[in-house]
């Protein structure tokens, strides 16, 4: 039995210097498999826009999708820590319709947290979200959400201005209340830097080793998504030869009519089956 994750054990496992393992998960299935596996946190992201249905960018993602997918997670997760991801939009108009979405999140879609994008300028969301007694974890660097501010998927925080206000808004996320940050896209030194000034844990994805966790997409993990693999995913299975070598022999198989064997059809009595003609 794997030892239940919670918001707090994020905390712990900095102090004991012991490393944070995150991975996406968007359906039941997925879920119950690498719950099982050990993994310790589940992001139910806004990427599911992408790997799961098939949209340009996690901007067209909504709360509704949210709350679907994560109602999916919370069935097969039973140990990892779920959270939630708030979408586009879901955060950015006033605190009221902040606290209702983090909450609708928690309270429908059975997450245990939600994340957020941004620094400074969301603090005061963060603060409220918290002060409603839901835990809150923030991203910051490269923020999938602001691509269009950015020009696009490119590293941030290679300058001296970029890499400061990135320090400073991870000081502020934790002033106001997240009980971690996800890192992502910025150089391994800067993610390491950012580590070493706050007391709550960073979580990397394109951040290098020295962050406090690490997370990634798991289709882009096992290798299910080709659409476009970025620098700092490892592939740790080809899943997806394998599912077009299996589909193609299936196929095969059904116009061969070499499935279905016997040993996959039922029988019926003799006795009943001359009563039918």
């Known amino acids: 039995m794997n030892k239940k994750f919670t ?86 108009i006033n605190i009221e319709d902040t606290v209702r979405n983090a909450g609708r999140i928690i309270q429908e879609g059975k997450a245990h947290a939600v994340k957020l994008e941004g620094g400074v300028e969301v603090a005061d969301k963060v603060k409220a979200i918290v002060k409603a007694q839901i835990p809150v974890m923030g991203h910051l660097g490269l923020t999938p959400q602001s691509i269009n501010m950015f020009g696009g998927f490119k590293v941030q ?68 998504f080709s659409d476009f693999t970025p620098k700092f995913v490892k592939k740790y299975a080809n899943l997806k030869d394998n599912i077009v070598h299996s589909t193609k022999q299936y196929i095969s198989e059904v116009k061969s009519m070499d499935f279905p064997s016997k040993e996959h059809t039922f029988s019926i009595d003799e006795g009943v089956l001359e009563k039918l003609y």
């Open 157 to 224: 925080g290679k300058s001296e201005d970029q890499a400061k206000k990135i320090i400073n808004d991870a000081i502020e996320l934790e002033k106001a209340g997240v009980f971690a940050i996800v890192l992502e896209g910025i150089p391994a030194k800067l993610a390491q830097i950012i580590t070493e000034k706050l007391t709550i844990p960073t979580i990397g994805i394109g951040a290098g080793n020295n962050c406090d966790g690490q997370v990634l997409v798991t289709n882009d993990m096992l290798g299910m």
């Open 7 to 92: 918001v707090t054990s994020f905390l712990e496992s900095k102090n004991k210097s012991e490393k944070i393992t995150m991975l996406t998960a968007y359906d039941y299935s997925t879920a119950k498999l690498i719950d099982e596996a050990g993994i310790e946190s589940i992001l139910v992201g806004d990427s599911l826009g992408m790997v799961v249905l098939g949209y340009e960018s996690t901007l067209e993602v909504t709360v509704d999708d949210i709350i679907h997918h994560c109602r999916a997670v919370s069935r097969g997760a039973k140990n990892a820590l779920i959270v939630g991801d708030m979408p586009f939009l879901s955060y950015h």
